[in-house]
């Protein structure tokens, strides 16, 4: 293709989440405004001795009652890929895919950061004990296959896959386009969005299907998290265990969920007669290259994202905009409430804007969602959409003892209504992976 060409713009024509504030749009932005907390004890397993034994979890989740009798077809189907599902049917809807004859399967693609799924822990625990020989302090594989063989389901065990998810996608939806799946950690579903935007203006495909998905409410995923001391510790305050940019942060909570928007090519949006509820307008991936445990102090990486997604979308970080607002008007935040986290964001944003940081909406909706793993950036892209749609910016919660180091406009506990100010037209949205994965979108107003 000719590199000369000129890029084609890139909408959002749908969008769907399961969260653990709801499983559709409205109830979930609705919640976010309000500033609710969706952390609560740890139901999926008795987590009574856990170091942290709560998590934000989606609650009374049924995927037939969204998608019907289609819901056989995923018969075994993880919980993730559930999730997912269910989010992409909200999204196809609301696009006017629904129904056939609006797409051209081979220009459909999908692009998700889909997570692990959990094992079938009691048969393969009980086939690893049965297996093991203690006067050799050996396993006996023999044994341990012929256990698993006779217990274990096979299903469940290529279901647990984090690369199935796209399989479901792909047959429910008919999208024979370009097929991929990334697992980049927190950053995934940002950079699912963000290269599913690339591939659509380079003119490889006409809609793809991106986002997110993940559940580690499960006994490994949530050790794991422990022993590396990331989580909050705060048993007896767990509501407001969430706490981004606030002096005494001890953590992030853990979360789950998936968000899938529709990425749309804007002439073929129009030609269908689709509605963009927004423009992605530039996208920006960087590595820090930095160590696999630690960011880079000054987040120089996460200012190369940012500054990269600012130069697509033509927008100059240093000057306010026509109206004298500041060029962007709310950036979501990674902040994931970890003490390590949340500084060097905060650093980063500042070494992108300078003397504007301080006039953009910076705020975390993990304080009320807990940590999506690799769902969060799609739920926080759809945040950043409703965002541009209300002209209201989501708060962070649990923001009460001020933090020297955290010293922007966090918009601590109260959601923000700018729609008497002009509105909020301009959005980025920050994923930051563990090991130094840096991913941020910008996203804007439609205009014809």
Not at 12 to 20: K, S
Request: charged content about 20%; proline content about 4%; glycine content about 12%.
């Amino acid at each position: 293709m000719s590199s000369n060409r000129t890029p084609r713009r890139v909408v959002i024509t749908g969008m769907g989440c399961v969260t653990p504030l709801g499983h559709e749009l409205e109830t979930f932005w609705r919640r976010l405004l309000a500033g609710e907390s969706a952390v609560g004890p740890v139901t999926r397993f008795d987590a009574s001795t856990f170091a942290t034994n709560f998590a934000a979890e989606v609650k009374d989740f049924d995927l037939r009652a969204i998608i019907g009798d289609a819901a056989e077809g995923h018969a075994g189907a993880g919980l993730g890929t559930r999730f997912a599902i269910a989010a992409a049917t909200m999204a196809w809807r609301q696009a006017g895919l629904a129904g056939g004859g609006a797409h051209d399967p081979e220009r459909t693609g999908v692009y998700m950061g889909s997570g692990e799924g959990s094992l079938d822990y009691e048969n393969f625990f009980a086939s690893s004990l049965a297996a093991w020989q203690a006067e050799t302090r050996s396993v006996d594989t023999k044994t341990w296959a012929a256990q698993a063989l006779e217990h274990m389901n096979a299903v469940l065990e290529v279901e647990q896959e984090p690369h199935v998810s796209i399989s479901h996608l792909a047959r429910e939806f008919d999208c024979r386009g370009p097929a991929f799946n990334c697992m980049t950690a927190c950053a995934a579903s940002t950079q699912a969005a963000g290269e599913a935007y690339e591939i659509i203006k380079r003119g490889d495909a006409d809609i793809m299907l991106a986002g997110g998905e993940h559940s580690m409410i499960h006994t490994l995923g949530m050790t794991g998290f422990i022993r590396l001391t990331a989580m909050s510790g705060r048993r007896d305050e767990m509501d407001t265990a969430s706490r981004p940019f606030d002096k005494t942060r001890d953590g992030f909570v853990m979360g789950e969920g998936a968000g899938v928007v529709v990425l749309e090519e804007l002439g073929h949006a129009l030609a269908r007669g689709a509605t963009p509820l927004a423009e992605v307008a530039g996208f920006g991936s960087t590595a820090d290259a930095y160590r696999i445990t630690d960011i880079q102090p000054e987040g120089l990486g996460a200012q190369r994202a940012m500054s990269a997604a600012l130069h697509q979308a033509g927008i100059d970080p240093s000057k306010p905009d026509d109206q004298g607002r500041a060029p962007v008007q709310y950036v979501s935040a990674h902040g994931t409430g970890t003490p390590e986290n949340d500084g060097i964001e905060t650093r980063a944003v500042k070494g992108v804007f300078g003397d504007q940081a301080s006039r953009v909406c910076f705020s975390s909706i993990k304080s009320m969602t807990g940590h999506l793993i690799q769902a969060a950036g799609a739920v926080e892209l759809i945040a950043c959409v409703l965002a541009i749609r209300d002209g209201k910016v989501p708060p962070t919660i649990n923001l009460q003892t001020p933090d020297p180091e955290c010293d922007l406009d966090h918009v601590p506990n109260e959601a923000r209504d700018l729609s008497g100010a002009g509105g909020v037209d301009v959005c980025l949205s920050n994923s930051f992976g563990f090991g130094g994965q840096n991913d941020t979108i910008c996203v804007k107003r439609f205009v014809g």
